[in-house]
């Protein structure tokens, strides 16, 4: 077929170890495959590495919706199991708009507004916690 | 299939990687008839919970997007459709944390609070068609109640 517009751009997500965190940053447009493939990914890394947190960074995410949203919380829920505490980070206000009227709050989800702060809530950052600028949903 | 503007178009949708497209499509359509951002992405999130539905229960099919007016504002209306098994309870199917697949149950239900208008005719065997619509501004008439 002929495109209207520009061929989608494949979504990519690189998972770094910075000290004792992973860090995930979700990039562009995810397919479902992929997305299901990063949570195994993500998993493996955890154990592989003995990290205690991961830290994931949504702030070049345009859309998340309940799949993506599932995955994110499942990845939440896996790294816990291995030990490691998940921080979601950088997510833009019109996805969490839209998260909420979907009906999709992910309780219980540990978030930041920046990646900076995501690492100062695992106790990475070499500054001690500004009180205000990180939150937890409650459940 | 397309006409000017880039907005009207019909996209198949039997893969993930549909479901990409459907989206990239659906964003630079509403963007390009006004839509703010949040607008968009609640279009687009609707957008992309119905595709899904139409690749995962009715087993692939299409979406139809086509640029519409009302008093003067513009607005963009979808229409998906797929030649599937139909819902058969479609009361159960719009409530919230009721699933046939693997998901959260939020689909429809969802991707119906995120429209301005929305409708869907299906039944056993006939396959189902959602029809969804929203404004680039604040609705001219009153908010369709479902």
Known sequence: ??????????GHVPVLRLGGVLLVT???????????????DVSEAAADNRVSGVVLDLSGVELVDSFLGRVIGDIAAKTRLLAAETVVCGM???????????GL????????????????LLGQGSVSPRPGRTRQESP | MQTAGGVSA?????????????RQHVRQAAAQL??????????????????????VHGGGGEMECAPVSRAGVPGLRLTFSDE??????????????????????????GARR?????????SPGTGTTVTVTSWSAKPPLPREEA
Do not use: C
């Open chain 1, 1 to 10: 077929m002929t495109a209207p517009f520009p061929a989608p751009y494949g």
């Open chain 1, 26 to 40: 979700f990039q562009g447009d995810l397919h479902d495959s992929q997305a299901e493939q990063l949570q195994q």
């Open chain 1, 92 to 102: 833009r206000p019109a996805v969490a708009i839209t998260l909420v009227e979907l």
């Open chain 1, 105 to 120: 709050t992910l309780p219980g989800l540990r978030t930041a507004l920046s990646t900076e702060d995501a690492m100062r």
């Open chain 2, 10 to 22: 019909r996209l198949p949708i039997h893969s993930d990687l549909d479901l990409v497209w459907v």
């Open chain 2, 34 to 55: 006004g839509f703010g951002l949040v607008a968009q992405t609640k279009l687009v999130t609707a957008a992309s919970e119905l595709a899904r539905n139409t690749l």
């Open chain 2, 84 to 109: 599937g098994p139909g819902i058969p309870d479609l009361d159960r199917a719009l409530s919230d944390g009721y699933t046939s697949g693997d998901g959260l149950g939020m689909g429809l239900g």
């Open chain 2, 114 to 122: 995120l429209v301005h208008e929305f409708r869907i005719d299906s």
